[in-house]
């Protein structure tokens, strides 16, 4: 038995089956360089944060070549931040002067990403922030920048938090009637109540009206969980969950986001940086339970991904480009396939093939616990060699997979098992 999800409002179908997508987070942030939070971690005030805008100027920004980064790694969308929670905008909004357009670039940066990302065939995904802090009726909480400053908190008493929900309903109506068929819409987030400071959730965003807009303009679009109401997909952070992620018992459609290093803006001096190897395991690793992965890069201040971000992308799409059948189309396996030590399945259901991807080589063979009645044919994915199969005579209907002694040269081996019909 596959589990499967409720349907919900949105067109899901091409994204359980696309399963990898790119998430971008650009903005000013990606001058300081260390992280995308600097704003709140540091305190810092709208003016002190000023210098940023004076002089933001990607010139080298050429988002074809991002585009045919995402394309050569396997991705089959993408979600930019069109505004980040420090408030600025990557595209020419109505609604403020603090957008690209007014920086020294002088540009609209979203559209042209649009249009270059379109071009290759990828869907279209806007992460926006639901916190801006920025916006001068954008009350004080409790990851606000200015949350230590009694004479800032004080004047809260002339903010209007109706006024900034009205300008998230403007933008986003903007982002959602001026780039053409958006496929994916990111809200992000609902901040938590504290002892100090209220929370803001679907109430103060006004979250109803919201998604009864964007529907109404984009009616297949799926849009995220983290406007305070659940609507097509869950979004873990960071975590690979344990097991196909469930709200109140049932399993719901889901995607882990995950950077490559530890910040999701540019961040110059972090060096936690996932290997090849982990993220390929991690994407196998949510496909295998019925999820997709997101996996960020930060584009530097001067418009480019950085030497760390693209050999990680090619890295990604070297296996991709021999393994990306055990990926789009597929699911986690039925439950009766018990799965190996130190492996991950993953389930073809149209084709009626089973994947299973070796974490850990073994010395010569794989056993695979009452499927030796299920197999028709087995090879290995990346050359599609044969793999020769045993089945034991103990009347156990345990198939043993006879592997060669040298691991494949390539970064997760898989093998393919054609399952009898
Ligand atoms: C959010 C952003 O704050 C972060 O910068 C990035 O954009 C990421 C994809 O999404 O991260 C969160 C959101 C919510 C919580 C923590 C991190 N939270 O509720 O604790």
Request: neutral net charge.
């Amino acid at each position: 038995m596959i589990p499967i999800p409720e349907k919900t409002p949105g067109n899901t179908e091409w994204f359980v089956h696309d399963r990898f997508g790119m998430f971008i987070h650009w903005g000013l942030y990606a001058m300081p360089a260390r992280h995308e939070w600097v704003k709140s971690y540091e305190r810092i005030s709208t003016e002190q944060y000023e210098k940023y805008f004076k002089f933001f100027n990607p010139d080298l920004y050429d988002p074809k070549v991002w585009a045919k980064a995402a394309k050569n790694a396997g991705m089959k969308y993408f979600v930019i931040t069109t505004k980040h929670h420090e408030g600025f905008c990557l595209w020419d909004s109505e609604y403020t002067s603090y957008k690209a357009t007014n920086t020294p670039y002088g540009k609209d940066l979203l559209k042209p990403v649009v249009d270059a990302f379109r071009e290759e065939g990828l869907k279209v995904g806007f992460y926006h922030s639901l916190l801006d802090w920025h916006h001068p009726h954008y009350t004080v909480d409790a990851n606000h920048p200015m949350r230590d400053n009694p004479e800032y908190i004080a004047r809260d008493k002339d903010r209007d938090l109706d006024i900034y929900a009205e300008y998230l309903y403007k933008q986003s109506e903007e982002l959602m009637t001026k780039f053409g068929q958006i496929d994916i819409l990111w809200y992000d987030f609902s901040v938590a109540k504290t002892t100090r400071f209220e929370g803001k959730g679907k109430d103060q965003w006004k979250s109803e009206k919201l998604i009864e807009m964007v529907r109404k303009h984009q009616p297949g679009i799926i849009v995220n969980d983290r406007t305070q109401i659940d609507q097509d997909i869950k979004t873990p952070e960071q975590y690979q969950p344990r097991e196909w992620l469930k709200v109140n018992g049932k399993p719901v459609i889901w995607e882990a986001c995950q950077t490559f290093s530890g910040a999701w803006g540019y961040h110059r001096d972090e060096e936690t940086w996932k290997s090849v190897d982990m993220l390929v395991q991690m994407l196998i690793d949510s496909v295998s339970k019925g999820g997709n992965l997101l996996l960020n890069v930060g584009p530097t201040a001067r418009g480019e991904f950085d030497d760390r971000a693209l050999e990680r992308l090619q890295g990604v799409g070297t296996w991709m480009k021999r393994h990306g059948r055990s990926i789009y189309g597929c699911t986690q396996a039925p439950s009766e396939f018990i799965c190996p030590k130190d492996s991950r399945y993953t389930y073809n259901p149209k084709t009626n093939t089973l994947y299973v991807h070796v974490f850990a080589w073994p010395f010569r063979h794989l056993f695979l616990d009452d499927m030796a009645d299920k197999v028709e044919y087995a090879q290995l994915l990346n050359d599609g060699s044969e793999i020769i199969m045993n089945k034991s005579s103990g009347g156990d209907n345990l198939l043993t997979l006879n592997l060669p002694v040298k691991k494949p040269g390539v970064t997760v081996p898989v093998i393919e098992l054609f399952l009898k019909k």
